[in-house]
């Protein structure tokens, strides 16, 4: 096979070189994937049982850049892969496994009059990837995705039209799926000295089917969310300060429409959203917001007003002070109607000390009034938003509270607030787990949860509420915070007292609240050694507890690599609450310790070696937790070594489990 170049000579120098086909720089990789997942489990009155799994990977990828007469006029690239990859898999009491697979992948891109004022980019990508699973046989993910972008550049009206689409299919598991998504959307600008307005058109649908329905043209599993959405947004500076004088207007209407095999839900939103900042000279700030949010929908339709305004003054750097005034109401449809109105004010106080220290107090005080009249005994929660943060482990999500009490546990529903993430609901007992933490609840994401790490959920859920009741919440707070010496200590502590007062109605089904929390604490940071302690006191009518922390630790160099070393411990002693008598008096402690050791070795090899354990004793199961790890990374010129290794110990009550794991990455770039 030959390929033919018909250049074409520059008629002046400097000149972008021109010809039928151009071909930049050919870029190669080669990497290896070795990978090792080992796990032993023992349970009283049985035997010890293992299973082991090997994987090994073989990649090649190949990129070059190229141009059709000139680069000005059409320039991309075009890219391949391919995958080759075996896997052995054993378990106690049957027979090894062995599989091989392969993969194959390609992208292609096109950028026509990259520099002009109308430039425009496709692409194309196909893969079809051997996935695995740990301890269960792969399976093959087939994914052709296409995109395009046209920009049409100018100073007074920029626009730019993106197009997406995807479709991917499963092949090897018990339950096939094939998956589609399909988005679009517009984005105009316009910009002048006082104002920036932007308007955003977003059309998406994402649909999910086992390959099942595709022949015989029933699924039980079928589903489908296709949006609508129309966003407009203005700044509008008030003054040639922009920052000390604006408006912010958003408009948003947003028609979503889901399917989940015979039943569908519409939802419809209009949001209206106003945020004014308004500086009277440089100590006075005049802040107001106001947010109306409609919702109608196929379950109930809910009507939502926010306002907020608040008059703040900074006097020198010294005393800041605040007071503001907010109006809520909610409308549920044959549910509940709610509003709350408050006023209040803060007071916060700084001073500058000799030798380095420094002084901060501050006071709040809010008081609110809630009128609520609801249908029954119980009211609705709608989309209540929760982002996931990182556990004990930070690639696993930590568990989170939901905002009211009494929850009605049978109906929960999860969702991430992006289908495009994770398009059906998450599943009880497979993606997460229902724990009771005193009157409230907890939801705890599985170890093998698609729950990640920075996702955004939102959650239904019915909870026990007075059906009429009209009462008033006071709540007023202080806290002080003094460092002492460049930092080197620090001293702090607050109060937040609550209490809550009938004002007609009953509060028959669920009492209100008082309660008083305080802490204190301190902490010494010197050069090398850190250490500290808190205590927190909790009285309230639905809690009553106390809890007692301390941490040390230290960082320094040691032959030329760096040492970190932590100890913490936390007493939790929770006692009847007045709301809850029946309840039991517990006890609970958690110990940890670890640490790390890095350093630079042979020939510039990045070592890391780390250590953790955690214990939890008291009354709850006593658990104990440890592992081991260490990290290596090397680059020599083109050449990047990678290993990763951990081994881990856990310990429950009848149960004691070993797992680790081998990642070892070799790649050539070329």
Sequence with gaps: MFLILLLLTASEAGAAPRGLLLLGDLSQLVEFKYQLDGQQTKTNGRDKTSRMQNYFQESYRAQIAYALFNPEILRGSFGVGIDFDQTSRSMTNSASEFNTGSGLRYNISASLLPDSIIPATVQARSEKVHAQRQFQSPYDITTDSYGANLRIKNKHLPITLQYATSSSATTGLSQDTMQDSHTFMALVNHHVS?????????????????????????????????????????????????????LLTTV??????NTLNADVQENRTFQVEEQLYWA??????????????????TLNDSRNRDAQLSLSHQLFESLATRI???????????????????????????????????????????????????????????????????????????????????????????????????????????????ESDGLYTRIVPTDTSEIHVGDNLLVDYSYLGNPQIAYGTTTQQANVNLTLFNNSWRVYGGWLNTSQELLKGSADVVRLNDGTEYRIGFE??????????????????????????AFVRSMRNVNRGNVTLYATDSFTNTDQASYNPTGASTATNTFGCGGSYSTRIYRGVFMMLTGQYYNTTGDTPTRNDASLGANFNWSYGKLDFSLISQINWRSLPGQTSQDEYIRLKVSRYF
């Excluded at 589903?223 to 407009?232: D, S, W």
């Excluded at 549920?332 to 006023?343: A, L, V």
């Design 324 to 434: 503001e005034t907010t109006y809520r109401t909610t409308d549920i449809e044959n549910s509940s109607n709610e509003t709350t109105r408050g006023y209040g004010g803060s007071l916060n106080y700084t001073k500058k000390l000799p030798a380095e220290c420094e002084l901060q107090a501050g006071y709040g005080y809010l008081y609110t009034e809630t009128d609520r009249s609801q249908t029954g005994i119980f009211a609705i929660a709608i989309d209540e938003p929760h982002t996931m943060q990182p556990g004990v482990l930070p690639t696993l999500p930590a568990p989170f509270r939901l905002n009211n009490i009494n929850v009605q546990t049978p109906s929960i529903e999860i969702r991430n607030a992006n289908p495009a993430v994770h398009l059906l609901p998450y599943v009880l007992g497979q993606d997460y787990t229902i």
């Design 252 to 257: 948003q209407k947003r028609d979503e429409r």
């Design 194 to 246: 006082f104002s920036e307005s932007e308007a955003q058109l977003t059309l998406s649908d994402n649909s999910s089917a086992p390959k099942s329905a595709i022949t015989s043209g029933y699924s039980v599993t079928y589903a489908e969310n296709q949006n609508y959405e129309v966003a407009l947004r203005n700044r509008l500076s008030l003054a040639k300060q922009g920052a000390d004088r604006m």
């Design 524 to 549: 010494r940071n010197e050069p090398i050694l850190s250490y500290g302690g808190e205590y927190d006191n909790v009285d309230s009518t639905q809690d009553k507890h106390q809890t007692y922390q």
């Design 280 to 297: 009277f000279g440089k100590a006075l700030r005049l802040g107001g917001q106001y947010l109306l949010l409609n919702r109608d929908s």
